[in-house]
């Protein structure tokens, strides 16, 4: 303010590139691929594991393709990196937002994990403060 312009560093807090990749249009090659891993995610699906359900997502880097795999928030639920080679994204959400639509397309929309103090105290972290869910 008061000086001549100059460039200026933001930090990210958040995916604000969320609108941009998904604008992205996949690669035909890719989207065959997104199909045929988002088959095979669909056969992952298990209520009473924690899975609740599956859906396509655009991954980072923009233009790659994953698969949303939406998981009891309030279970455990051990989800694999990758389904067929495409990378999985979890999304701890409620059957009821599943049904009706309304569950995250991200996992900054679903908001902050929480890790159980063990966890972190297992990495080291022990003296982070856990935010409320």
């Given at each position: 303010m008061g000086t001549a312009d100059h460039a200026v560093s933001c930090l990210n807090y958040g995916d604000s590139t969320i609108a941009a990749a998904q604008g992205r249009m996949l690669s035909d090659a890719e989207t065959a691929r997104a199909q045929q891993a988002l088959g095979q995610a669909r056969m992952?699906?298990?209520?009473?594991?924690?899975?609740?359900?599956?859906?396509?997502?655009?991954?980072?880097?923009?233009?790659?393709?994953?698969?949303?795999?939406?998981?009891?928030?309030?279970?455990?639920?051990?989800?694999?990196?990758?389904?067929?080679?495409?990378?999985?994204?979890?999304?701890?959400?409620?059957?009821?937002?599943?049904a009706y639509g309304t569950a995250p397309q991200t996992p900054f929309e679903a908001g902050a994990v929480s890790l159980p103090s063990a966890r972190l105290a297992q990495a080291g972290l022990s003296r982070i403060k856990q935010l409320p869910v």
């Open positions: 992952l699906v298990n209520p009473s594991a924690g899975i609740l359900a599956s859906g396509p997502a655009r991954a980072r880097p923009p233009g790659e393709g994953a698969v949303i795999l939406y998981t009891d928030e309030k279970m455990a639920v051990s989800v694999p990196a990758t389904v067929d080679g495409v990378r999985t994204v979890a999304i701890p959400t409620t059957a009821h937002a599943v």
